[in-house]
């Protein structure tokens, strides 16, 4: 191996002697005789001119392009030791280096090139010779001679190349040379498919020229010649010769090649990563090579990581382990500074949460799972964002059972301020009730459209930062009469006679603090009976973690649970948390009317109603329906569904004093029928009793605000009481209803309100009965 430190101008004139040696003694060996003999066998018998003289111009020819051939690989090698001798004394730029190295991979096809071009020179120079010297063109001695160079020219040059190879590797395998990268499409590419195929065809184009020529002559010239066994002999030799020495030298190049990568790899595998291995020659082999070098590089970055760390891994073991420290020292002042604020958080919850509703026959239980457990002083605890509270208050004298459940939106800390802020406004909302005596004269209905307001106005201030899913409800303790707002909270399950079912499956509303769009607030309503269980509760009881297949939300799954645990939400609690993972917080309120409460459908049910019979002539059926009203009023008539029939019957015949009289006693006991607080109203706007027409009329918007007719007596009422802005917004309401009903009565009707409320317009007083303007 030649190497690098002492590469000299000797060294190169040594390595130029070896490579022309070992080139030329080939060419000597197998191209030229094969040549000689193709010539002479030809000029035997044919005539081809002098064949002296043709020996004589090919020794001359041969001669020059040798000598040309030589000094040219002299003087191409000695550029190359001199770049070496550069890039020792690291006198090349990068684009240098990468020039030199271009330069030894690409030489052995410059040999290859070099040698075609000699023996086309050499033949047509050798020609042009003869022509000079027998003053003479002898056209078919050109023909045969360029013939003849099949013979020379294939095996000629993937010698010169396998050969030439051979010498450049050992250059290339030099450290100083092997960390200079070239892209593969920077040299000259020779794979081994295309070297094997060149090979075979160099070898087998001999045989198959010459006989070829032969068997052309012979049907064409009549060409003969003497002993066919000895040419058949010499070219057998010749072609076995020429395949012993392709072969012997792509197999050497085969050997090396797979060797030096085998020692490259045997070397690698015993942890040596200090080798390097590159591009040495212009096939499949040197690309390997060069993919061999890049694993070596990364592996040698890896192992140099690898040992840096193991170096310093002691040290870097105990900084870890006091930065750990510290960090964990930290994190538990700040962990137990949160728990601490855990803790103040949940005693502030607490009696927000609270259960004051005590009735004999409507009895109000909760219980609540929050899912953030935390530790404080040794203090068991947990905090959240669920909410239940249930409380009694008076309206209108009468005793109701309210509830609310509530969902904050937020894990821990974030859920339980949004509890915190809604417990606070509830409670403030229910002293209010306790002391103001105009809002205990509030119908349940008008007292749940105001608080579910006032709590909407609170929550929308945060601007969409904390929001609330809530339910929140009344319960008439004496008739059992159930209003409620359900504002994107989970729906409400009555359990009835061992089976449970939604009340309702809509969310009339979106959570608290996002901005109510609905023009008006609507309260829904739902009769109630003995030994009926109201169940409500958050999210937490349908989003589940279910086996394998992970969260998910199944609210009809909660009816079976509700079932299974008969109504009972301890048992429910359980069975949710036993069969399942709860994902949330988990809160569930329960509404029981024991069997000792007695609706009015159930008190009622077996009682005959009354059959009015009536006289057609209309002075003594109006005396007829006033004995019926006082025999109601004095309960000598006792059942009030009898009352309805003749509420209707009397409004027909105009008693509006008596049928209003008897629909208020009605309400107080049938409060869930709007059909008679709607005749209620329409009765005292007959009676001019605006301020009461007005309101029961508001109580039956604010149960079906789409109830056209007691939209029409509704403002009717505002514009008699002077209230124009009120009437306004009712009529607008009133006449988009009227589109999309298409009700022709009530559309033939709004041009007389308009007219109505253009007088009220006109006048330069407006009565002293006028009521604030609400938005809804």
């Known amino acids: 191996m030649y190497k690098i430190n002492s590469y000299t101008m000797k060294e190169a004139n040594s ?95 410059k040999e290859g090139k070099t040698i075609i071009l000699r023996w086309i020179v050499g033949h047509l120079s050798g020609f042009v010779l003869y022509v000079v010297i027998m003053h003479e063109i002898p056209l078919f001695t050109l023909f045969v001679e360029t013939y003849g160079l099949l013979l020379t020219i294939p095996i000629s040059f993937i ?6 190879e051979n010498f450049m590797r050992e250059i290339l395998r030099d450290p100083y040379l092997q960390v200079i990268e070239i892209k593969s499409d920077e040299f000259s590419y020779l794979g081994y498919f295309r070297r094997i195929l060149i090979g075979i065809f160099s070898v087998t184009i001999i045989p198959i020229s010459i006989f070829g020529f032969f068997l052309y002559s012979s049907f064409t010239s009549g060409f003969r010649f003497e002993n066919p066994g000895v040419h058949i002999g010499i070219l057998a030799f010749a072609s076995t010769l020429a395949v012993l020495i392709v072969s012997y030298v792509i197999a050497k190049s085969i050997k090396t090649s797979l060797s030096e990568n085998n020692e490259i790899l045997t070397r690698l595998g015993e942890g040596n990563f200090q080798l390097k291995s590159s591009c040495t020659t212009s096939d499949d082999f040197g690309i390997q090579g060069k993919l061999i070098g890049k694993v070596i590089q990364n592996l040698k970055k890896l192992y140099d990581e690898i040992t840096h760390l193991n170096e310093n891994l002691e040290k870097k073991v105990a900084e870890r382990t006091s930065e750990l420290s510290s960090s964990l020292e ?36 909760f219980l609540t799972k929050q899912k953030k457990q935390f530790e404080f002083r040794q203090k068991l605890s947990e905090i959240g964002g669920d909410l239940c509270r249930a409380d009694t208050i008076y309206l209108k004298g009468k005793p109701y059972t309210l509830f609310l459940n509530a969902d904050a939106m937020g894990k821990s800390i974030q859920g339980a301020g949004g509890a915190l802020v809604l417990g606070a406004v509830i409670g403030s909302i229910l002293e209010r009730s306790r002391l103001d005596e105009n809002v205990q004269n509030y119908s349940p209905e008008k007292w749940l459209k105001n608080s579910f307001i006032e709590l909407h106005k609170i929550f929308e201030s945060f601007e969409g930062s904390m ?31 061992k089976k449970a079912y939604f009340v309702d499956t809509d969310s009339t509303y979106r959570k608290l603090g996002v901005t109510i769009t609905d023009e008006f607030i609507r309260v829904s309503g739902y009769q109630l009976f003995s ?56 809160s ?67 008693l509006f004093k008596e049928s209003f009289d008897l629909s208020l006693q009605y309400i107080e ?21 605006y301020a009461l027409s007005t309101e029961m009329g508001e109580r ?23 209230n124009e802005a009120r009437s306004q917004k009712l009529l607008s309401h009133l006449e988009e209803l009227a589109n999309l009903q298409e009700n022709r009565i009530v559309s033939r009707k709004i041009p007389f309100l308009l007219n109505k409320l253009e007088i009220l317009r006109k006048k330069e007083f407006l009565p002293l009965t006028v009521e604030p303007t609400s938005k809804y």
Not at 705 to 720: A, D, G, K, M, W
């Open 330 to 365: 930290t994190i538990t002042k700040l962990k137990t500074q949160q728990d601490g604020d855990y803790y103040l958080t949940s005693l502030l919850l607490k009696p927000l949460g609270i259960n004051r509703a005590f009735q004999d026959t409507i009895r109000v239980e």
């Open 159 to 164: 010698m010169y190349i396998f050969v030439t």
């Open 700 to 722: 039956v918007r604010i149960r079906n605000p789409e109830h056209v007719r007691n939209l029409f007596n509704l403002t009717y009422s505002y514009i008699l009481s002077g």
């Open 669 to 689: 006991k049938i409060p869930g029928d709007i059909e008679i607080i709607f005749l209620a109203a329409y009765a005292a706007r007959k009676l001019g009793l």
């Open 467 to 497: 929001l609330v899913s809530i339910v929140i409800g009344l319960v008439e303790n004496e008739t059992g009469y159930l209003y409620y707002i359900n504002a994107e909270h989970p729906f409400t399950v009555l359990y009835r006679d």
């Open 531 to 586: 030994n009926d269980i109201v169940i409500n509760g958050s999210d937490g009881r349908e989003d589940l973690i279910i086996g394998n297949e992970g969260l998910m939300s199944y609210p009809e799954l909660f009816l079976e649970i509700v079932e299974r645990g008969k109504g009972n939400i301890e048992d429910i609690s359980n069975i949710l948390q036993s069969d399942y993972e709860l994902s949330d917080d988990l």
């Open 15 to 109: 390595l130029v002697f070896k490579l022309t040696l070992r080139l030329e003694l080939f060419t000597s060996i197998l191209p030229i005789p094969i040549f000689v003999y193709f010539i002479a066998l030809v000029g035997s018998n044919q005539s081809l001119g002098s064949i002296n003289t043709i020996f004589l111009v090919g020794l001359i020819c041969g001669a020059y392009t040798v000598v040309w051939g030589v000094l040219v690989r002299y003087f191409r090698i000695n550029k190359i030791f001199k770049g070496i001798e550069k890039l020792k004394s690291d006198a090349l730029t990068s684009e240098e280096k990468i020039k030199l190295k271009k330069d030894i991979m690409n030489y052995p096809f």
């Open 588 to 654: 569930l309120m329960a509404i029981h009317l024991s069997d000792r409460f007695i609706s009015p459908e159930e008190k009622w049910k077996d009682e005959p109603t009354e059959e009015f019979t009536l006289s057609e002539d209309s002075s003594i059926r109006h005396e007829e329906l006033k004995s019926f009203y006082s025999k109601m009023k004095s309960r000598e008539i006792p059942n009030p569904f009898s009352w309805k029939k003749l509420l209707k019957i009397l409004v027909q015949n105009k």
